[in-house]
């Protein structure tokens, strides 16, 4: 029995740090804007988005163990420079937004916590997620990853010292009833931007091309397809727990907030750690406690993500050397990116920008890039130029427009309503 839980464990990796990541601080702050304001109304949102999720994450770390290649590497080989060159700026952009925003909100938590000032926090938590990054080797690194996907257990046990009328969360999964306007709408594309996130299509195909490469005897799939059923049957169950898991964590944090804020007519939330504070008087130091921690815990998973998208995407551009395998010296650029992204971010928290107002319309933004990068990858993964003889099958393929398509109407709604 432990031998079988034990392998059954060890299949979870890309899959699951991508899914964990995507909880981050900002999509904890969105998804309290969509409990506190809107009540168990859009829980549906999360039901929605997860057969979506599954498919355009499945294609994407397809992808990466196929070609070994990374998103952005597939994308110059078979692409105009021009698409490559908007696609990378908008996710480089939309990610240090994102650092910003996440490292301001662990800083805040802390501060919430412990006491002292916000700033100095951020600036220590901007640092070490960068050290981690460059001074650990990759394997321990991954390690250190999947260890921090527990702190999102954090949320589970916030709903569990709260009273949750459950028939209202049941209604609002399977028959909600919201009203369509420009404001729900707005909130819906954000929801969906911040669940389903060009950097997450970055990272968990640059994830696979690590592991690949992290085995001396393992070679791309379209090269040498002899174990190809094994991969694949990995992937998809590290794609499929993955991001259940970080559903299931986001339905959660909605319903904290709807059971405590918008029940209290608290509606207006722009950050986790305003949620985390508002949550005190209402449910209890161990809720807050809880939420604080989660924030910090999350902060620290998704921040290196962040940042390592980014410098993957930006190494495979320009051709760079890139890897967490790789030492300082022997891919200067490609960790010259993620210190650009990462310390980027922290200073962006000392400047007049507001990176958390600028959060909820990056997640907006997100939204937004996501679909034609999403139409890129699906022609990709369709291609045998590409993909050899692993080009998506019917069902995936399916699935994966199916997102696409989920996701361009949503952004069309928005637009038309307001």
Not at 50 to 61: D, F, K, R, T
Request: proline share 4%; with cysteine; net charge neutral.
């Amino acid at each position: 029995m432990i031998g079988t839980t034990n392998r059954w464990l060890q299949q979870l990796g890309p899959g699951l740090i991508t899914g964990a990541a995507d909880d981050d601080p900002s999509g904890i702050a969105t998804y309290s804007q969509a409990g506190a304001q809107f009540g168990y109304q859009l829980g549906w949102t999360l039901v929605l988005t997860y057969p979506l999720m599954v498919g355009i994450q499945m294609v994407s770390a397809r992808m990466g163990r196929v070609t070994g290649h990374g998103l952005a590497s597939n994308v110059r080989i078979h692409f105009p420079r021009p698409v490559l060159y908007v696609i990378v700026a908008m996710l480089v952009v939309a990610n240090t937004i994102n650092i910003a925003a996440d490292i301001a909100a662990m800083g805040e938590a802390l501060r919430l916590v412990a006491g002292g000032q916000m700033l100095v926090y951020a600036i220590l938590f901007g640092v070490l997620c960068l050290g981690l990054q460059v001074f650990l080797r990759y394997q321990v690194y991954v390690r250190y990853l999947k260890w921090l996907t527990l702190a999102l257990l954090a949320y589970v046990a916030v709903v569990f010292t709260i009273a949750v009328p459950w028939r209202e969360v049941i209604q609002g999964l399977l028959w909600p009833r919201v009203a369509l306007n420009a404001q729900s709408l707005t909130v819906i594309v954000a929801v969906f931007g911040t669940t389903i996130s060009p950097y997450l299509f970055f990272w968990q195909a640059a994830q696979e091309v690590e592991e690949l490469n992290a085995d001396p005897v393992a070679t791309a799939l379209v090269l040498d397809p002899a174990d190809a059923r094994r991969h694949l049957h990995r992937i998809k169950i590290d794609t499929y727990f993955g991001m259940g898991f970080s559903n299931l964590i986001a339905l959660f944090i909605v319903i904290s907030c709807a059971a405590t804020l918008h029940r209290n007519g608290i509606t207006d939330i722009a950050t986790s750690a305003q949620a985390a504070e508002a949550l005190r008087p209402l449910a209890g130091d161990a809720a807050f406690l809880l939420f604080s921690l989660g924030i910090i815990g999350t902060g620290m998973l998704a921040v290196p993500v962040l940042a390592g998208s980014a410098a993957y995407a930006v190494a495979e551009t320009f051709e760079w050397k890139s890897g967490l395998d790789l030492k300082l010296l022997e891919a200067r650029e490609f960790y010259g990116i993620i210190a650009f992204a990462t310390l980027g971010g922290v200073l962006l928290d000392f400047t007049p920008i507001d990176p958390i107002k600028a959060l909820f319309w990056s997640a907006v933004i997100n939204g937004i890039i996501a679909v034609p990068i999403m139409v890129v990858m699906m022609l990709l993964a369709d291609d045998p130029k590409v993909m050899g003889a692993f080009t998506v099958t019917r069902r995936l393929k399916a699935l994966g427009w199916l997102a696409t398509w989920t996701m361009a109407a949503a952004v069309v709604a928005m637009f038309v309503s307001g």
